[in-house]
């Protein structure tokens, strides 16, 4: 059941970026930060489908791994956005939570991953 949800939820939060990079474009004319958003929050459903043909539990663990990092990132550059006042804390807190959901989803399926790896 979790692995669908992150699925979904990992598509979704990608849309949301994109549309979040495409306002940081057009309405403030920022490019670097938002190249990073995009790199960072579009990579964690890239990876969890990655996951899915991992080739061992191993490369499952590694692969969901970075796609947890990759949130992290992604969690780090909408704090900055918010901190240099190109997101307001509404636009912020919305994708925040967004992203800390797929992070503790992620971080779940992880630890139960490695507790049945062992």
Do not use: P
């Amino acid at each position: 059941m979790e692995e669908n949800l992150i699925k979904e939820k990992s598509f979704d939060f990608a849309i949301r970026i994109i549309n979040l990079s495409k306002f940081l474009k057009e309405h403030h004319k920022e490019f670097d930060l938002s190249r990073q958003l995009i790199r960072s929050g579009t990579s964690i459903g890239a990876l969890y489908r990655e996951a899915q043909y991992a080739e061992s539990k191993a490369d499952f663990i590694h692969k969901l791994a970075i796609a947890q990092k990759e949130c992290n990132e992604t969690i780090y550059w909408l704090d900055l956005l918010q901190a240099t006042n190109y997101l307001d804390e509404g636009q912020h807190n919305s994708i925040h939570n967004d992203a800390v959901s797929l992070l503790k989803i992620i971080t779940s399926i992880l630890k139960t991953s490695k507790k049945n790896n062992q």
